[in-house]
């Protein structure tokens, strides 16, 4: 396969895995935690990095892509030890920007808000929760950006 063939590759595989975690949330209703942010920013810049380096490759691209596979793999890793307790989470919660609001719509916000907590394991197949999912297919991504580096 070509350099381009295993950018392509990387880049639908990202692809794929922020519509299947936005697929969980819209379509599922499962809402996301802090941590399932944090892993799907890595997702959208590969993305953008991929769209790029098909465009124009060159060996930055696919080193700053394969890191951002790596990125995310690593939060995948660490939100999944947090789920089975090995270690523990973040101890913050996150908000958007409240400025101009009255009490009582403050209130409603944050009564209506999802609660999602980071050690809780929302949904698994053969044993593995969405993280550890994450996880190793972002692996498996990083994999193929540096085929992709290695064609280059």
């Known amino acids: 396969m070509t350099q381009r063939h295993w950018i392509m590759i ?18 599922g209703g499962f809402h996301p935690c ?3 942010y944090w ?3 890595p997702h959208v ?4 990095i991929g769209a790029i380096a ?19 793999c690593g939060f995948g890793v660490y939100h999944a ?5 090995w270690w523990q989470g973040p101890t913050t919660c996150t908000s958007g920007d409240i400025t101009g609001m009255s009490t009582d719509a403050l209130f409603d916000q944050i009564m ?3 609660l999602t907590r980071c050690d809780d394991i929302v949904w698994q197949l053969a044993g593995l929760s969405m993280a550890g999912w994450n996880a190793i297919l ?3 991504l990083v994999g193929c950006w540096l085929m992709a580096l290695r064609r280059a």
Request: with cysteine; hydrophobic share 60%; glycine share 8%.
């Open 138 to 140: 972002s692996f498996v």
């Open 10 to 27: 990387a880049t639908l595989g990202s692809a794929a895995l922020m519509l299947g975690a936005l697929g969980f949330q819209y379509l």
């Open 45 to 48: 810049i590969a993305i953008v």
């Open 112 to 114: 209506s808000a999802p």
């Open 34 to 36: 802090k941590l399932c």
């Open 39 to 41: 892993q799907r920013y």
């Open 54 to 72: 098909l465009w124009m490759p060159n060996r930055l691209l696919i080193l700053l892509g394969a890191l951002s596979a790596a990125v995310t």
């Open 81 to 85: 030890g947090v789920e089975w307790k």
